[in-house]
């Protein structure tokens, strides 16, 4: 069976594993993300140096990655990323052929490949945490857009703020992260000093909690109806850290209730899933897409 080796490179850390053509996940570790370009390779080359037997080396990267140029555009919390063609050079320091994606879009691959999404063409994957971001799959593959943009959902505008004179994101108004700013700000408190998670638990105790946390919700709702009119996909799957929460559908679902008693001329109701897999995500689906490119 043929076995690939995967990195998901984030701001602090940078996890690998052995990923096989089954999806199956093995030999897992990981090192502290460097803090030089020159570091990286080098951990990497010793990491690739320890697995010799593998086809090939898969990478999930923050930004907006060019799959086929080699080059990483945009910008993210590993500044040196950014403009060196990190393919390449990988691949004539390690003698393997090398691929890599955005990690959104690596973990809507997996979904597709191996998870809830196995059965679907076309699919929207969308991430909810610090900020919000996501992935577009058409046909089975990674719809990257003109601009390298395609699934940055984060970016949608949400709300104008009449008052303020000021347009509001997605990422702005529907984050967990929003959640606590906002509700930290009307308790008059540190936004620090609250735990976000508790925020969300005790929402049906505590006012404050409950008008904001039901705000996330509905701006969820908003976006996945948004999206489901814009591309019309098969399924709408959510990922991110608010993915754990058993909650998640029947709140989303209650808000959706609302839209379309309200909107009643709309009839197509979004296929909305929790994703399958959790922090082994990006480094299945970035093997898939080697796998889907050779």
């Known amino acids: 069976m043929?076995?690939?080796?995967?990195?998901?490179?984030?701001?602090?850390?940078?996890?690998?594993?052995?990923?096989?053509?089954?999806?199956?996940?093995?030999s897992s570790n990981k090192f502290k993300t460097p803090d030089t370009l020159e570091k990286m390779y080098q951990e990497i080359e010793n990491v690739a140096h320890e697995y010799?037997?593998?086809e090939g080396i898969a990478l999930s990267m923050p930004g907006a990655v060019d799959s086929d140029g080699g080059i990483i555009y945009g910008s993210s919390a590993i500044?040196?990323?950014?403009?060196?063609?990190?393919k390449e050079d990988l691949k004539q320091r390690l003698n393997k052929d090398v691929e890599f994606e955005n990690d959104a879009n690596c973990a809507a691959l997996a979904e597709v490949w191996k998870g809830v999404a196995c059965h679907e063409n076309d699919c929207c994957f969308i991430v909810s945490g610090t900020g919000i971001g996501g992935a577009v799959i058409k046909?089975?593959?990674?719809?990257?857009?003109?601009?390298?943009?395609?699934?940055?959902?984060?970016?949608m505008i949400m709300r104008y703020d009449q008052d303020e004179k000021k347009y509001y994101t997605w990422s702005d108004d529907g984050s967990t992260v929003a959640v606590t700013k906002r509700v930290a700000k009307e308790l008059g408190v540190d936004y620090h000093t609250l735990d976000g998670k508790e925020v969300f638990d005790q929402a049906d105790n505590n006012e404050v909690?409950?008008?904001y946390v039901d705000e996330y919700y509905r701006t969820l709702a908003m976006g996945i109806y948004n999206l489901q009119y814009a591309y019309d996909p098969s399924m709408i799957i959510i990922g991110g850290a608010i993915s754990s929460r058993s909650d998640l559908l029947d709140k989303v679902n209650e808000q959706l209730d609302?839209?379309?008693s309200q909107l009643t001329h709309a009839h197509v109701r979004p296929n909305i899933k929790v994703c399958q897999f959790g922090n082994d995500a990006n480094l299945i689906g970035a093997t898939y897409h080697y796998i889907q490119r050779h």
């Open 2 to 26: 043929k076995k690939y080796l995967a990195f998901d490179v984030g701001g602090t850390s940078v996890k690998y594993a052995v990923v096989n053509e089954e999806g199956e996940v093995s």
């Open 52 to 54: 010799q037997d593998v």
């Open 79 to 86: 500044d040196y990323i950014h403009g060196p063609n990190i």
């Open 139 to 155: 046909d089975r593959h990674v719809h990257h857009g003109n601009a390298l943009h395609g699934g940055e959902f984060g970016y």
């Open 209 to 211: 909690y409950k008008k």
């Open 258 to 260: 609302i839209i379309f």
